[in-house]
């Protein structure tokens, strides 16, 4: 070391045999022991990752569910990496039952689920259904009393999901209607999400009528006649927002 504490050069002469002949590359088909790794560009891209999957799944008699059910769609699909799945579950009552009951043409857009097992294909879901006395109608509870295989071999265990009821009145069922179907959950293993009071000053609007709760969306039908309002779709917008960017969070950490 020097006086600088920096490197003293190698006072090392290079002979002059070495000047005129030079070291030479190692042929390609040379029997060297030495092995020579060379790393080739690759021209192959990176996978694309696959987008996580939210099925909303829902029954509606007259449109009030499957108002609530797009607008959830609108809010998942604002959150990049899950993919919202539109499903109807099958109705129950036969046609002449349901023009006595006035109920409107369904949406042929938005396809029946087909098959109960297809739900293990999901990474998270969001059921929505009117109420039956408090509790969720027997269309939807078709749909759970169809998966013991799922349940059997708990294929549905730790995925996350929540509710959004629809009821006629504001003392009909709000809260039990989602509170009572949380028990479909828990014997398949499944995590319920409430939205809780994260829609902030919206849940605490007192100006208007306005369904929905801690438990999840929700619409006042009334006699049938009664569209959602503004405050409503806004808390089920907020709740797709809400449920996708859980289920980010828990599949992928």
């Not at 909303?56 to 959830?72: D, N, Q, T, W």
């Not at 002449?96 to 396809?111: C, E, F, G, N, T």
Request: with cysteine; charged share 20%.
């Amino acid at each position: 070391m020097g006086k600088g504490g920096g490197c003293v050069p190698s006072k090392k002469k290079i002979s002059k045999s070495t000047l005129q002949n030079p070291p030479q590359p190692i042929p390609a088909n040379s029997t060297t022991n030495d092995t020579v790794s060379i790393t080739e560009p690759s021209n192959s891209l990176p996978a694309k990752t696959q987008n996580l999957k939210l099925f909303i799944i829902f029954y509606s008699m007259y449109g009030h569910v499957e108002s609530l059910a797009l607008r959830i769609k609108k809010g998942v699909e604002s959150v990049d990496g899950v993919d919202p799945f539109l499903y109807r579950v099958p109705e129950t009552l036969s046609e002449d039952v349901l023009v006595q009951m006035r109920a409107p043409v369904k949406d042929d857009s938005i396809p029946e689920i087909p098959d109960p097992a297809m739900l293990e294909e999901a990474d998270g879901f969001l059921f929505g259904f009117p109420t039956r006395y408090g509790c969720m109608a027997a269309q939807m509870k078709a749909l759970f009393d169809s998966t013991g295989h799922l349940w059997k071999e708990q294929k549905l265990a730790g995925k996350p999901a929540g509710f959004f009821v629809s009821t006629g009145t504001q003392g009909g069922g709000q809260e039990t209607t989602a509170w009572t179907a949380i028990t479909q959950l828990a014997h398949h293993g499944m995590l319920f999400v409430p939205i809780g009071y994260t829609f902030g000053a919206g849940m605490f609007k007192m100006d208007s009528i306005r369904g929905g709760t801690p438990y999840g969306a929700g619409v006042f039908a009334g006699d049938g006649t009664r569209e959602a309002s503004d405050t409503e779709l806004a808390l089920a917008e907020h709740q797709g927002k809400y449920m996708a960017a859980v289920v980010k969070k828990l599949v992928q950490g």
